[in-house]
Nanobody
Framework: QVQLVESGGGLVQPGGSLRLSCAAS????????MSWVRQAPGKGREWVSD???????YYADSVKGRFTISRDNAKNTLYLQMNSLKPEDTALYSC????????????WGQGIQVTVSP
């Protein structure tokens, strides 16, 4: 029923840009707290960014100033604009739905690969 489907990943050179999308269905997207999370090879899961129901945004220090999270409620879609990409940004990126108060994760997408390499 609940689905989160990521798209827009791929291979990019250092300094380049990518825009990830997450198509949501099966819940009321406009009232949902949404996140991007990533996992690099050989590393644990790392929280990247949040956007709440009102559009307030939050970022990990590692991506602040380079990434921008946004949402289009009319399209039930979450976005992550990634600029000035670095090799250390290489990871599987997943979108997720969180509860709005305790912030526990409720649903996950399948993830999409982003590779930053010369």
């Amino acid at each position: 029923q609940v689905q989160l489907v990521e798209s827009g990943g791929g291979l990019v050179q250092p300094g380049g840009s990518l825009r990830l999308s997450c198509a949501a269905s099966g819940f009321t997207f406009s009232n949902s707290y949404m996140s991007w999370v990533r996992q690099a090879p050989g590393k644990g899961r790392e929280w990247v960014s949040d956007i709440d129901h009102s559009g307030s945004t939050y970022y990990a220090d590692s991506v602040k100033g380079r990434f921008t999270i946004s949402r289009d409620n009319a399209k039930n879609t979450l976005y992550l604009q990634m600029n000035s990409l670095k090799p250390e940004d290489t990871a599987l990126y997943s979108c997720a739905r969180r509860e709005g108060f305790g912030l526990r994760f409720l649903d996950w997408g399948q993830g999409i690969q982003v590779t930053v390499s010369p």
